[in-house]
């Protein structure tokens, strides 16, 4: 407000409390008899204090989308999928038509095979020779990837690789002299903080939406060690992949998920932090896949009941629920019951901070873990594991998704072994392709192919590179053995 306009308020102000039906000017009150017949001198005073009281500023983030704006992209996947028989909505007959009845009780059956299948979503560019990043889940599974730039250019993208567990994906494009975007710190974010995000909800490119940070380190139900960053950000399907901004216009996270009821935006929207982020870049770009830490325990948060039955002080730290037979945790000599207060000197606040810790350290490491059992802290060094492959999805499993025959395999553990009588064979992971076509499943276990036993990935894919058109596979699914032709074309 400037000074002509404040001096207006005020006389105005003054007049109107001669008049006696007077509103105070900050809170629009009525004022008392006393203060209404109060001489102007008294009141004035304390009008100015109201009206001067210094507000606050929203923050002005056209800046912040002007400058990074351009290094946003929007990706289109597409792909192959199956139909069954299920029945699709009734057509939109008049109540009397003769169909009418028939349709609505029946339905309309789909005709069997493939349908093709559409996708978007939002990524950004990390660096200026064509490294993009965006979730994993927006490219899972896509037969093709195209990346559109905010000046209309479009790229199909190669998937460097894909990791699962934390959403995250790496494409490269072949382009040259790329706008790019300054990475910050998700550690570093204070709760309350305004942050922005830019991304294609509904296909709506280079949309933005702002909110604050509502908490940090969250941990979902289907998440087991990313420290999630909760905003009230908007954000909708088509956001995910796209960059969350501090107000410095740094990259904080990468937009991935929201819970709703309704499918759409209810405000709670969550990002990846970009120290989870980036690691997993760096390991696929430098291997192609990742690799993390693992104990071998199950762990649960600890409340007051607990705490006061382990004697415990306060709740904080990790309760050991189980551990796994022949596990690090179990050859270090960890117990159910044990209490994890922390890891390699940092103190463990809640159980979710664990799993991320523990990822994080190069599988063959030796780790220390400062652990409460039966009244007292005792040291226990414990030599980390590797997580199972089973858990990731890199660059090699989609590498043989996309072979001639569209699998992704792996070999059987010895327990998977048994189920199969003892035989060898590969797991079914992923299918796509030829294999979808044929009516493969994930799940499915490949034990021979045109009679002849697999035992490798490797022993599989020469078999393949010598057939011809067809090939006869056979597989075991459930308790069952099948044969099952596939045309490779």
Same mark, same amino acid.
């Given at each position: 407000?400037?000074?002509?306009?404040? @001096?207006?308020?005020?006389?105005?102000?003054?007049?109107?409390?001669?008049?006696?039906?007077?509103?105070?000017?900050?809170?629009?009150?009525?004022?008392?008899?006393?203060?209404?017949?109060?001489?102007? +001198?008294?009141?004035?005073? /304390?009008?100015?204090?109201?009206?001067?009281?210094?507000?606050? &500023?929203?923050?002005?983030?056209? /800046?912040?989308?002007?400058?990074?704006?351009?290094?946003?992209?929007?990706?289109?996947?597409?792909?192959?999928?199956?139909?069954? =028989?299920?029945?699709?909505?009734?057509?939109?007959?008049?109540?009397?038509? &003769?169909?009418? !009845?028939?349709?609505?009780?029946?339905?309309?059956?789909?005709?069997?095979?493939?349908? &093709?299948?559409?996708? $978007?979503?939002?990524?950004?560019?990390?660096?200026?020779?064509?490294?993009?990043?965006?979730?994993?889940?927006?490219?899972?599974? /896509?037969?093709?990837?195209?990346? @559109?730039?905010?000046?209309?250019?479009?790229?199909?993208? @190669?998937?460097?690789?894909?990791?699962?567990?934390?959403?995250?994906?790496?494409?490269?494009?072949?382009?040259?002299?790329?706008?790019?975007?300054?990475?910050?710190?998700? /550690?570093?974010?204070?709760?309350?903080?305004?942050?922005?995000?830019?991304?294609?909800?509904?296909?709506?490119?280079?949309?933005?939406?702002?909110?604050?940070?509502?908490?940090?380190?969250?941990?979902?139900?289907?998440?087991?060690?990313?420290?999630?960053?909760?905003?009230?950000?908007?954000?909708?399907?088509?956001?995910?992949?796209?960059?969350?901004?501090?107000?410095?216009?740094?990259?904080?996270?990468?937009?991935? $998920?929201?819970?709703?009821?309704?499918?759409?935006?209810?405000?709670?929207?969550?990002?990846?932090?970009?120290?989870?982020?980036?690691?997993?870049? +760096?390991?696929?770009? @430098?291997?192609?896949?990742?690799?993390?830490?693992?104990?071998?325990? =199950?762990?649960?948060?600890?409340?007051?009941?607990?705490?006061?039955?382990?004697?415990?002080?306060?709740?904080?730290?990790?309760?050991?629920?189980?551990?796994?037979?022949?596990? &690090?945790?179990?050859?270090?000599?960890?117990?159910?019951?044990?209490?994890?207060?922390?890891?390699?000197?940092?103190?463990?606040?809640?159980?979710?901070?664990?799993?991320?810790?523990? =990822?994080?350290?190069?599988?063959?490491?030796?780790?220390?873990? $400062?652990?409460?059992?039966?009244?007292?802290?005792?040291?226990?060094?414990?030599?980390?594991?590797?997580?199972?492959?089973?858990?990731?999805?890199?660059?090699?499993?989609?590498?043989? =998704?996309?072979?001639?025959?569209?699998?992704?395999?792996?070999?059987?553990?010895?327990? !998977?072994?048994?189920?199969?009588?003892?035989?060898?064979?590969?797991?079914? !992971?992923?299918?796509?392709?030829?294999?979808?076509?044929?009516?493969?499943?994930?799940?499915?276990?490949?034990?021979?192919?045109?009679?002849?036993?697999?035992?490798?990935?490797?022993?599989?894919?020469?078999?393949?590179?010598?057939?011809?058109?067809?090939?006869?596979?056979?597989?075991?699914?459930?308790?069952?053995?099948?044969?099952?032709?596939?045309?490779?074309?």
């Amino acid at each position: 407000m400037n000074s002509k306009t404040l @001096k207006i308020s005020v006389i105005a102000g003054l007049i109107t409390a001669g008049l006696g039906g007077a509103y105070s000017i900050g809170s629009g009150n009525a004022l008392s008899p006393a203060q209404a017949s109060a001489p102007p +001198a008294l009141i004035a005073p /304390a009008m100015a204090a109201t009206v001067a009281a210094p507000l606050t &500023p929203l923050p002005d983030m056209s /800046a912040i989308v002007a400058r990074n704006g351009a290094a946003v992209v929007n990706i289109s996947v597409t792909g192959t999928g199956r139909n069954s =028989a299920e029945m699709s909505d009734s057509p939109k007959l008049d109540p009397n038509d &003769p169909l009418f !009845e028939f349709y609505r009780r029946f339905g309309v059956p789909q005709q069997r095979g493939e349908r &093709p299948v559409r996708g $978007q979503g939002s990524g950004f560019i990390l660096r200026e020779d064509g490294i993009v990043l965006t979730n994993a889940h927006v490219v899972d599974g /896509a037969d093709e990837v195209t990346v @559109k730039l905010i000046d209309k250019r479009e790229f199909k993208a @190669k998937v460097l690789g894909l990791d699962k567990p934390s959403d995250v994906a790496v494409l490269k494009i072949e382009a040259q002299n790329l706008p790019t975007l300054k990475v910050g710190s998700a /550690a570093n974010t204070r709760v309350g903080e305004w942050v922005l995000a830019i991304g294609s909800p509904f296909g709506f490119e280079n949309s933005a939406s702002a909110g604050i940070v509502s908490a940090k380190s969250r941990s979902l139900p289907d998440d087991n060690y990313i420290p999630f960053i909760q905003t009230d950000v908007a954000v909708n399907p088509g956001n995910s992949g796209g960059p969350l901004f501090n107000m410095a216009g740094e990259v904080i996270g990468i937009n991935s $998920q929201i819970y709703s009821r309704t499918g759409g935006y209810q405000g709670l929207s969550f990002a990846i932090p970009i120290e989870v982020v980036m690691n997993v870049e +760096a390991q696929i770009v @430098k291997n192609g896949k990742v690799q993390r830490g693992r104990l071998g325990i =199950a762990i649960q948060e600890l409340n007051q009941s607990l705490s006061d039955s382990f004697g415990l002080k306060n709740s904080m730290g990790a309760l050991v629920s189980s551990v796994e037979n022949e596990s &690090p945790a179990a050859k270090a000599g960890l117990e159910p019951g044990d209490v994890i207060l922390s890891l390699n000197g940092k103190a463990i606040s809640s159980s979710s901070e664990l799993p991320l810790l523990v =990822a994080d350290i190069p599988p063959g490491e030796s780790a220390r873990l $400062q652990v409460w059992r039966k009244g007292a802290t005792r040291e226990i060094e414990v030599k980390v594991g590797a997580q199972k492959e089973a858990r990731l999805a890199s660059a090699d499993s989609k590498k043989e =998704a996309q072979g001639r025959l569209g699998l992704a395999l792996r070999s059987l553990t010895p327990d !998977e072994r048994r189920q199969v009588d003892g035989k060898n064979g590969l797991l079914v !992971e992923d299918v796509g392709g030829a294999a979808a076509r044929a009516g493969i499943r994930p799940g499915d276990v490949v034990l021979a192919l045109n009679g002849e036993p697999v035992n490798s990935v490797e022993q599989l894919r020469g078999l393949v590179s010598k057939a011809e058109k067809r090939v006869a596979l056979l597989i075991q699914r459930d308790d069952a053995k099948l044969f099952v032709p596939v045309d490779l074309g």
